[in-house]
């Protein structure tokens, strides 16, 4: 089960005048084990930051799903709340999630996470939405993991069952 890392990134960034500042940045990494989130982090941002950076603090998010919208790039953290009838006592449950979606203010945020969520089968209400400190959303990517494997005669489980 893959798992949203919140990752916070430090490195020394030279202004306009040519004087270095430290930056805090955080990214939200798709990962498996804090190890992976790390591993990430160093592959993805060692082209984009000049000089060293420092991996300050992991952590796991309560963030279940990523909404990205190619046109906005301030990320947005939204508090999704809906009701579940619970199927042993049938009391009903408040269930609620957090997700992050990019948009330009938080009227959009809105507009756009009701558009990702309206084929849900239950109500939902959206409470809160507030602007996030994310720079960037690193999401798992297939080819990646084709990468990281050993040379070998390597077939899908699937295939060998059949």
Known sequence: MRI??????KYAKETEEGLLKSISEQYLVD???????????????????RGDFQVTGISKS????????EDADIWHKCKITYLL???DSGKEKKVTQYMIVTAEDVKQAYERIQESLNNMLVSF???DITESSIVEVFPFERDEVKDQLPPGNFRPVIQEEE
């Open 85 to 87: 009838a619970d199927g």
């Open 62 to 69: 309560n963030i279940v799903d990523v909404f990205y919208y």
């Open 125 to 127: 209400r959206v409470p």
């Open 31 to 49: 990962a498996v084990s804090f190890t992976e989130a790390e591993a990430i982090l160093y592959d993805r941002l060692g082209s984009q930051i």
């Open 4 to 9: 949203w890392f919140l990752c916070k990134v």
